[in-house]
């Protein structure tokens, strides 16, 4: 009982370090959501004076998904009862092609710069408008959004690791006495410390199913999926299974990390 | 007769060149009751530590229960003292684990199964009078009740050898007289060898003995 709040202020630190860990996993989940949408969204123009399959599209870069052609006919019809036949088939002839290419990814501004150079070499195309100028306001929040979410996270775990290591040294007072008694009667390493294994792994499991409550409320009341959702994304914050046992894995590591320190710490004895 | 300890030339000390005891030289036989007097900071607790190996010899052999205490491995160490009870000035008692459990302890070290230390600690118990306390925790129990545990707790794996230090040193009459019996006790009828360390021998001891005393560094027979 005496130690009830010992073990406390260490399930509050590893849940702290699980929580933040989460929170930069779903931002990221969000980003790459928002990625994917704006993919979806953009594209390139190319004029090119060839007719060009989607397959040599995609041999000029890798970060070619697919194209599609744009049609030319409603231009073309308008212009039907003003000109002949012959002339019209001429001009069609003539008249460059428009594609509208869609790449595999969100790209960066450098790599539509760089894509848009690579395109216009090619002798076949003519001209190449890649809309780096309004991509380039988006995506910059974007990755503004994305720093200031990792400088927090990273200010969380620095502030966590000093209230870990706080707890460390209060651990390492409270068991040394015992741990050394029991080297006294003949006790291996592994004996004197079980009994700090099986506390730090009971806080890590606890610390686990305080975080999946945590999110399964934060779901139930859904007021993040409707904040997600205005901004026209679907993205799963809490993976009960994934995110679940990652954040079991991290929680033992890092309990268990800290119970070696102890032991390893306490190993002289009088 | 076997020698549980066998000193030769044995030199302790904490710092380099520093001497607590210099090249003793003595060897006791199992199954003996030893009584080590000397004044305070003569070297007595440094004496006894040598033995269940808590410092090293500086200098000369020590070998206790057969084992060589020079150069020591932990394994070794941990297997030595298995065999070993031992009974502190200040009990050294685990404060957050019940008596029961406190009695306990060299055999859950060794592995016994909970019904076979149940009864152990049960009897155990019986005899330093504390059947009582079973299931309370060190700090709520007198100095002499205390020591009375560490005394339970020192017998419990049957050990060949148990070292004790100043036992009763600021203890009731009545903790004492337990203490004693059960020293002797275990001395003439299971044959343990018995060290204490203290600075006086109680006149009501009956058991035959052995009396060694430290004197400036030096270890000598007395009777
Ligand atoms: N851990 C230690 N480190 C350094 N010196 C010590 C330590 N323990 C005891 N001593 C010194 O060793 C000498 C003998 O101490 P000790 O064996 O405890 O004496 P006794 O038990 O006979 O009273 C004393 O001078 C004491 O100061
Ligand atoms: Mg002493």
């Known amino acids: 009982m005496k130690s009830l709040k010992n073990h406390i202020s260490l399930i509050i630190a590893l849940f702290t370090v699980l929580f933040s860990v989460q929170i930069y996993v779903a931002v990221d989940r969000t980003i790459s959501a928002y990625e994917n949408r704006l993919k979806n969204d953009y594209s390139i123009i190319v004029v090119s004076n060839k007719a060009l399959a989607v397959t040599e599209f995609k041999a000029m870069d890798s970060i070619i998904e697919r194209s599609e052609p744009i049609a030319t006919d409603q231009v073309l019809n308008r212009l039907q009862g003003e000109m002949t036949k012959k002339n019209l088939d001429l001009l069609k002839l003539t008249l460059p092609k428009f594609y509208r290419v869609y790449l595999s990814r969100f790209p960066t501004p450098e790599e539509i710069q760089k894509l848009q150079k690579k395109l216009e070499k090619n002798p076949v195309i003519e001209r190449v408008e890649g809309y780096a100028q309004t991509h380039d306001t988006v995506y910059k929040l974007m990755l503004l959004f994305k720093d200031v979410v990792q400088i927090f996270s990273i200010a969380i775990a620095a502030v966590t690791s000093l209230l870990i290591l706080k707890e460390m040294r209060l651990w390492q007072f409270q068991h040394a006495e015992r741990m050394s008694i029991m080297a006294l009667f003949g006790a291996p390493v592994w004996l004197r410390s079980a009994v700090l294994f099986r506390l730090a792994i009971v806080d890590a499991i606890i610390a686990t199913i305080v975080l999946c409550l945590a999110f399964f409320v934060i779901e139930q009341y859904g007021w993040m999926d409707l904040l997600l959702r205005t901004v026209g994304i679907s993205i799963q914050l809490f993976d009960f299974l994934n995110d679940a046992l990652r954040s079991l894995i991290i929680a033992l590591g890092v309990s268990i990390i800290l119970t070696l320190t102890i032991v390893i710490g306490s190993e002289e004895e009088e | ?223």
């Open chain 2, 1 to 223: 007769m076997d020698k549980v300890i066998i000193a030769e030339n044995l030199s302790l000390s904490y710092k380099e060149f520093e001497t607590i005891i210099s090249k003793a030289s003595f060897s006791i036989d199992a199954g003996t009751f030893v009584f080590i007097t000397g004044a305070s900071g003569s070297g007595k607790s440094t004496l006894l530590k040598s033995l269940y190996g808590a410092i090293e010899p500086r200098a000369g052999a020590l070998m206790v229960g057969g084992v060589k205490m020079n150069r020591i491995s932990t394994s070794k160490l941990n297997f030595l003292r298995r065999h070993i009870g031992i009974v502190f000035q200040d009990y050294k008692l685990i404060k957050e684990w019940t008596i029961e459990k406190n009695v306990m302890l060299p055999l859950i070290i060794s592995g016994y199964t909970k019904d076979i230390s149940g009864t152990q600690v049960q009897k155990l118990l019986g005899h330093v009078k504390l059947i009582h306390q079973a299931g309370k925790y060190p700090p709520e129990l007198s100095g002499g009740e205390q020591q009375r545990v560490a005394m339970a707790r020192a017998l419990a794996h049957n050990p060949i050898l148990i070292l004790a230090d100043e036992p009763t040193g600021n203890l009731d009459e009545y903790s004492s007289e337990v203490i004693w019996n059960l020293l002797e006790g275990a001395n003439t009828q299971l044959k343990t060898t018995i060290v204490v360390v203290t600075h006086h021998i109680p006149s009501s001891i009956k058991v035959p003995y052995k009396h060694y005393h430290i004197e400036m560094g030096n270890i000598h027979e007395v009777s």
